[in-house]
């Protein structure tokens, strides 16, 4: 079974980006702790234009059973799987080629959402059942990582592959959080990478399981 | 020009909603200061199987040129205009009649999600400038503020009416959160009646003003 | 029976201060709903060196039986009554005259800690009662409102006025809210003017009460 | 070297408590990292009765040149120093014997407060240049965690040791943060064990150091 995990590059102004690490982590550990997957790790640019390009690009290419998409969420203390995303494009802050569409389709013929067919429920259970704070979340943003995921499914819906994709909010690192300690709103809530290592595996493992025996119950 | 808007009862365990008391208010001061505006106000029962059933009546009913939807949403310390609405029912408790839909379609056959009809960003441009904390969100939840968001929205698809449909969510009222102090979590954000009326004035007038003029640039 | 309210002028870049404006408000409304009430109502300057100043002077002008402090604490979604004031100032920020203490005494002869002596509780239980978030605090932090109030306690002890005295904090104005809605950090929780003047007006009558009848059981 | 680091004991209804399992760790793992540092480690029980005679019997056994008191904020997301203990035991919740005191002196004949003589702002510095979230804190409550603060800067002033005395706050743990997903109020904040045993080892490390060298300045 083959899998493509996608993270991003970082983006305003932060020097990291804890889901670019996570991906670049995978691919040196391997996985051979989720037997019978072979997975395929990008780092995707934080560009509208480029990332899109890129993601087409590595579907069309790997024709991937499971895509997971990663991203930066600030703020947020645990770690999420996207239930949906939208066809639309509304950026607070330039991506990084200057970039900032307002109120724009992702795609001017397409439907108005897809939602995302990852075992949500499932992984969030066993996420909780790990130790690993997670939840459903319904909103992926107007930025990249809702960009990534709305094409990712588009892609699905025409092309047949992936078969199952979706989207995973992660937290700060704790030396993210560290460093934006004298900032007006205060300290962030933050992950450890090892944590969130752990939230992914057990994401791509629950996916995989889903091919096997009878489909869960689908999102509508 | 017609405009019906709804608020709920309480639910959860509240006493109060107050998008019942804003719809309440409404109807006893009128709207001498939306010239030129009929409002019919309506408050909704949190079920999913009645609120649908009444919403749909006053719709054929009314055939309103404007719908806005308000509803609690505990926790958060500014207005939302929401952005989108979602086929789906996804209830973390039971709704006033028992029923706790767990990802269920609200329409078998209709799309992923709608997008908001009314003129967002201009709503939330006049909010702040009129000194009241807002923001577009990008979503409205599974329980029923989503609900009759998407169900307004289907009948403009369907019927041409309402011509402009949405949602506000609205923070708890002081009251609420004053009885809140003893929780866990502390005591959460709230925001004076007032000042809701006066949000929920700035949204009908700005709403008003597009028929007359050319048309916003409308979301995707 | 004679009070001194006093609020502190905006700092930190901000245009208002929700203290200022309601003491502004005291002094144009008067209290005639508080008989027997002599209010006198002051406007501090954010700095070390002047406020320290113009409150001694104040305190052996009016010789108050009671003085409540009020400050901003940004972030914060309701009014908090203050428990204690310790010797120290340290500024995050400069003052308004560029001054910024760091982990100094207030008073290198003074005590670590007073406790204000203000009805604490009973004030907290009567603004809930009343419909207005309310809570202890424990700390009035470490810059101009922590040094007013430890100040006016030193001078309790050493003077016997004012007899009682304390300090409250407030909450963000809705207007100073809805401008911060761009930063990072999202937007901010806050308390309308009238609530503000409602809960003075409390702590006021409340801290009237106690000098007439058996003292409330004192912090110690 | 002497010093003694306690944690407590879960409570309030929670299974675990991060502090009593820093403690634990402590314990097996030995303090080979700090060496010339002889460590005494006990979990304290959340007892006002107990917690004192058991800390009053180790600090007269050992006389520890460092004591650093350990224990759960739940809802922190980062690690906080104390900077000061204050003179009042006020339980929110009963204490493991049922004992709830509210508004009652720790010491009827003690000052109001100590300041805590840890190297408190070199320690955040250390941490936060170590990628640990960490903050100065102005108050450590008023339940278990201000008391044996207390108890112990009591000791300090007295009888001359622990020669230097503080608390730090520690954030839940994620398996923790996990259980608590169905709560209103989300899902709070938390931080590995790695990281809250790495913490502790760097505020012990930064004490010993002001042992050798000139001092630092020290708070007032």
Redesign the interface.
Known sequence: MKALLTGFEPFGGDRLNPSEMVVRRFSEVGTSELPGLEIHTVVLPVSFRRAGMVLRGLLDELKPDIYIGLGLS??I??VTVE??A???KDA?IPDNDGEQPV????D?DG?????TTLPK?AIVRR??E??????I???A??FLCNYVTYISLHYSARYGYPRRAGFMHLPL???Q???R????????????L??MMRAVKIALGTTMEMFGGPDE?L??
């Open positions: 600030a703020g203390s645990f239930r949906v939208i066809n639309v607070r109120d724009e389709p992702i001017p439907p108005a959402a897809y939602f429920k996420l909780r790990s130790g690993i704070p997670a939840a979340s319904n909103s943003g107007t690192l704790p030396e959080a560290a460093t300690s004298g900032e007006r709103a205060g300290i962030p809530p933050s992950m450890s090892d944590t119950r999102p509508p």
